[in-house]
Every structure is written in structure tokens, then in C-alpha cells.
């Protein structure tokens, strides 16, 4: 069985289209008819997300509710519940996301302890014009690229136990998690191919998150500079977004 892990914390306007595009993925004839069991970590929530869940056949979703306010907890939560179910494959997005219908099968595709994906971004409508230009400029879209998103991560089973899953951390639990997997010398792909589009939204959930990331870039002046095209440093989560 192939678990995915959605952490939400009111997600009322994006997490319809998120369910929409995880069922299609979960229904891809490329996975051969092998199950895909959805797990949608409800965390502190006090808007509409709960019923928008409750729409979804509970034999495609299982709603798991929290109440800590930590997308790392969150993204644990889920995941243990997935394994205590014998999950081979834990794959992670996040609720302000829409997966590709061939998203399970882009990660399995590559036989890999842990993919990592790149994010698109389809509305800058929230940013000045120069935002997506230094996003653009500072966003590797290649392969064996060395950026960590939460809403394109796949890991296996066995990897994710010997790693000891994500830490509580409330941001750059993904990062933390892809730092313990090098450190066990796990097989990671660094891949185009899983893909994933994402909000630009101003305001997102997790402190110092990719909102935050993408408003710093919009703090910079409009002029460019050679700093701006500069490779991030390593293991900068900010810039490992």
C-alpha cells in the first residue's frame, strides 16, 4: 500500500483542489490498482476543512486530527498512522498544492529510498513583478537540483523508519528530515520528474516557510544583481525551498 500525508491547518480555499488532484493521482493506471490510502492531518483547525474532507468517501480518506500547531508533528502524525498500516511508500504534499496525476508514479518510477521534487507556481498574482524573476533566478529546474519541498517528498518506508521520520520542528521539518536521510547515506533522487504546483501565497502557515522565503525575495530591491543567480548555500533552509 502507497500512503500520502497532507498536514491542513485552515485550508478551506485550497484543500478541495487538493483532494481532487491526490484522487486522480491515487487512480493512476500506472500504479497497477495498488491501493493508495490518503491520510489528511487536521491540525487545530477552526474553519470549513473538516467538511470538506467529509465529502470525500471515507474508504478513499482518512481524516486524522491533531491539535498541536506543528507541521512536522503533523506530517509524523500521519505518516506513523500510515505505517502502522504497513505502508510500503510515504509520499507528503501540502493542502495549498495540486499534484500531478502521475505523481505516485514519477516517485516509485525512480527507485529511490527518497525523491525530492520541484514546485510550480501558476499565480504571482499576491507578489510584485520582480518576485518570480529572482525566484526564477535562484530555483535550480534540474535534475540532481538540491531543493526540499514538504509538497513534493517521497520517501520509502524502511528509510523513513531508520531516519526516525520528521522532527516536531514547526518549519523546515522537510529539510530536517532530507539532512537525516543523507547523513544514512540513503539513495535520495534529486527529480523533475514528480511534479507538483503550489500557491504564491503572501501569508502561509508555517513560520519561516515558503511564504516567508517568497517574501523576502520580494523585500529585495527591483535591480539585479550577479548575488541574486548565486547557488544557495548548502543546507540554507530558506533557500532550500
Known amino acids: 500500500m502507497i500512503g500520502v500525508v497532507v498536514p491542513v491547518h485552515n485550508e478551506e480555499t485550497?484543500?478541495?483542489a487538493c483532494l481532487l488532484a491526490?484522487?486522480?493521482a491515487a487512480l493512476h493506471p500506472g500504479l497497477g490498482g495498488e491501493p493508495v490510502m490518503l491520510v489528511v492531518v487536521l491540525d487545530d483547525c477552526s474553519d470549513r476543512s473538516l467538511d470538506i474532507v467529509r465529502r470525500h468517501p471515507p474508504a478513499q480518506?482518512?481524516?486524522?486530527?491533531?491539535?498541536a500547531r506543528n507541521v512536522g508533528i503533523a506530517r509524523h502524525a500521519g505518516a506513523e498512522l500510515l505505517l502502522a498500516l504497513d505502508a510500503r511508500w510515504l509520499?507528503?504534499?501540502?493542502?495549498?498544492?495540486?499534484v500531478a496525476p502521475d505523481w505516485l508514479v514519477a516517485q516509485l518510477a525512480l527507485s529511490a529510498d527518497a525523491v525530492c521534487g520541484l514546485v510550480t507556481i501558476d499565480d504571482w498574482s499576491e507578489h510584485p513583478p520582480h518576485v518570480p524573476v529572482r525566484f526564477a533566478a535562484r530555483y535550480q529546474r534540474t535534475e540532481?537540483?538540491?531543493h526540499v519541498h514538504g509538497a513534493n517528498l517521497g520517501v520509502c518506508s524502511r528509510a523513513y523508519?531508520?531516519?526516525?521520520g520528521f522532527p516536531p520542528h514547526a518549519t523546515s521539518e522537510d529539510v530536517a528530515l532530507v539532512q537525516r536521510l543523507i547523513a544514512l547515506n540513503a539513495q535520495i533522487a534529486w527529480s523533475t520528474l514528480p511534479r507538483v504546483v503550489t500557491s504564491a501565497r503572501a501569508k502561509g502557515r508555517a513560520p519561516d516557510g515558503f511564504a516567508d522565503h517568497l517574501a523576502m525575495l520580494g523585500s529585495l530591491c527591483n535591480d539585479h544583481t550577479a548575488d541574486d543567480a548565486a547557488p544557495a548555500?548548502?543546507?540554507?533552509?530558506a533557500d532550500f525551498r
Open 161 to 164: 523508519r531508520r531516519a526516525g
Open 91 to 98: 509520499a507528503f504534499t501540502d493542502a495549498d498544492s495540486r
Open 61 to 67: 480518506i482518512t481524516c486524522l486530527p491533531i491539535a
Open 144 to 146: 540532481d537540483h538540491r
Open 22 to 24: 491526490l484522487r486522480a
Open 233 to 237: 548555500p548548502d543546507w540554507h533552509p
Open 14 to 16: 485550497c484543500l478541495e
